[in-house]
């Protein structure tokens, strides 16, 4: 755990790293995607920020809002439905075209919904490709780029954080016969599918991209857009019940939102989150995942413990079954692995 008044203390030190950082948010135009973006902005040193989502009008608000609080910042906008695969390619396609290099790609893209499986044209589950299958999507095909930014020195921090719920990994149903959950959907298993896969996916990457720190948040509590597909009156309910809590928010675990882009911002840039060349990957150490590029936080920047469901996975290759479905998965909706 470390206290917000060591991470603010931290994170004045970011404009250290030198000009012109690259920080993409995928998810940046609310909530904690958006409080990590304003958060970089304010303390990186004319950085490129790329924020990308469907809300326009939001996004121009925005990127009026991060110019004013850092005038040497550049700020653009993707507009992409990136519940889709092919349009995580055809976003990356267009950042591509600018950028040689990814600093930070910030994962946050998300819904929280009671609805069930809810297909999308390319066959995955909506929920399931935001919270995973997109995320990794954009992870792939942004390698070069973040792969580009660890070889600039010096300061490089090539870094990937997926703000999912690291810590709270549950069971395969089935294995690996349903990681996509066709047959056995249900919201629970969706959560545990989305929330292993990745922890087990960045533990992968971290193994074949020594360079790149992949990082696995659970935030905690935070008062964000995120009830946004509620009936208005549950919307409502929720938002009045986040007020009335807000005075006790430290004594019931809810983070403020300006604490939770801080604690991002440390983690996308604190040594203590390098990468350690890919070694020691096929084994958790008693800090999980220390031994390898890949860490898995949760609230106010604690190491989530040993896992042993996630040591269990990796000593029966589960990992490997896992990131061989999601390419799988890649092909069969974009054409291409
Ligand atoms: N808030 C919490 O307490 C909490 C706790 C633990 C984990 N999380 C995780 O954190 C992530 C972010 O949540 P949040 O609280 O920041 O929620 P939020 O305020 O609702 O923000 C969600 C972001 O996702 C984007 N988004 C949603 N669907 C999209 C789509 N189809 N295409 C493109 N962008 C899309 C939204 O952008 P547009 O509206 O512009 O499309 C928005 O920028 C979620 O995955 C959630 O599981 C949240």
Known sequence: MVAISDIRRNIASVKNLGSG??????????GIGLSTAREFARYATAPHIYLIGRNEV????IISELRSIN???TVDFIKSDVSLLKNVDVACQELLKKETKVDLLFLSAGILTMKGRTETIEGIDRKLS????????FIQNLLPTLNQAAAASPGSFARVISVLGAGHEGKLVDGDKDLDLQKNYSLSNAANHSITMTSLSMIQ???ANPRISFIHSAPGGVNTNFAREFHPLTKYLFNALFFVLSPFNSVIGLVPLQDCGERHVYLATNPAFAPRGGDKVETLGADGEKGSGAYRLGPATSIVSHSSLLQGYLDSGMGKKVWEHTVEMFKKATGTA
């Open 71 to 73: 005038d040497a910042a």
């Open 21 to 30: 950082l690259v920080a993409v948010f995928v998810g940046g135009t609310s």
């Open 205 to 207: 990457l971290a193994a």
């Open 58 to 61: 939001q996004a121009s608000e």
């Open 130 to 137: 935001l919270h995973y299958y997109s995320r990794i999507r």
